[in-house]
């Protein structure tokens, strides 16, 4: 019993720790100095660096869910359906959710590492000494730097699962070219398209958040940064879920009839 209090304890602190360090990211953001240096070097690293395996993951996502919604839909005599499939399922969900979680991976953890380094050989310290704010000049860029280019990604990522699952069904499948493109654009509208930006925007700014909080108060040594690293990709590929759902139900009740 014990335990499990000192344990229910220490998470309640780690939610104020969290909920502080959010707040001095939102005060950041709008106090000087602002790092604009710092944050295209951010796009460069999050964007440029995650372009090669999202379009990997969506490439090969929209073309095995097209071969496998092609192979069920013949059940029933539907596999012109498959366009209808892949358009709805990719923009509104798969889409916005394996972006963010190939970013956690890739970028959230490398966020807690190099701020879980910083923190560890009291690099953090100096610059509290040297009156720079350093949730201002660490934090604040990765964030809106997640912010930006996690939606872009997912764009990216849209765009080459369209054409993956085109290969598939039109290529492979036999599926009529018109059709398949007809399906989509008859599924789709802009506010699926709305719906998934948001959904991105979202992800981006919890994966930053996470990966900063883990490394800025990392602790221990290089054993203490290892294992920030290993929680900031858990608890933000765990967040993911939980706020699809959230922001999915949000979203269905302002969906337009």
């Not at 304890?9 to 360090?21: D, H, P, S, T, W």
């Not at 460069?44 to 092609?70: E, K, M, R, W, Y």
């Not at 990522?157 to 008859?186: N, P, S, T």
Request: with cysteine.
């Amino acid at each position: 019993m014990h335990e499990f209090v000192e344990r229910l304890k220490q998470a309640a602190l780690e939610v104020q720790e969290y909920v502080r360090l959010c707040q001095a990211v939102a005060r950041g953001m709008v106090t000087r100095p602002f790092y604009v240096h710092d944050i295209v070097e951010q796009f460069d690293a999050i964007g440029v660096g995650s372009l090669t395996v999202v379009l990997l993951t969506g490439l090969f996502t929209g073309a095995v869910l097209a071969l496998q919604s092609g192979i069920t839909l013949d059940q029933f005599g539907a596999r012109s359906e498959v366009g209808r499939l892949v358009g709805a399922s990719m923009v509104k969900e798969l889409g916005p959710v394996l972006t963010a979680l190939m970013v956690t991976g890739r970028v959230g953890s490398a966020m807690a590492t190099e701020l879980g380094t910083m923190r560890v050989t009291e690099q953090v310290d100096a610059m509290e000494v040297m009156a720079v704010d350093p949730v201002n000049y660490l934090v604040v860029p990765r964030m809106v730097a997640c912010a930006v280019m996690v939606p872009i990604l997912a764009l990216i990522f849209l765009l080459v699962a369209f054409l993956g699952g085109y290969a598939v069904a039109v290529l492979v499948m036999g599926i009529d070219e018109g059709a398949y493109m007809a399906r989509i654009e008859w599924t789709l509208d802009p506010y699926d398209f709305y719906q998934g930006a948001f959904k991105s925007i979202v992800f981006g700014i919890v994966l930053a958040l996470v990966g900063c909080y883990k490394g800025y108060y990392a602790e221990g040594g290089a054993r203490g940064v290892g294992q920030a690293t290993t929680q900031a990709v858990v608890i933000g590929s765990i967040a993911i879920f939980v706020l699809d759902y959230v922001v999915t139900s949000i979203l269905l009740l302002w969906e337009p009839q």
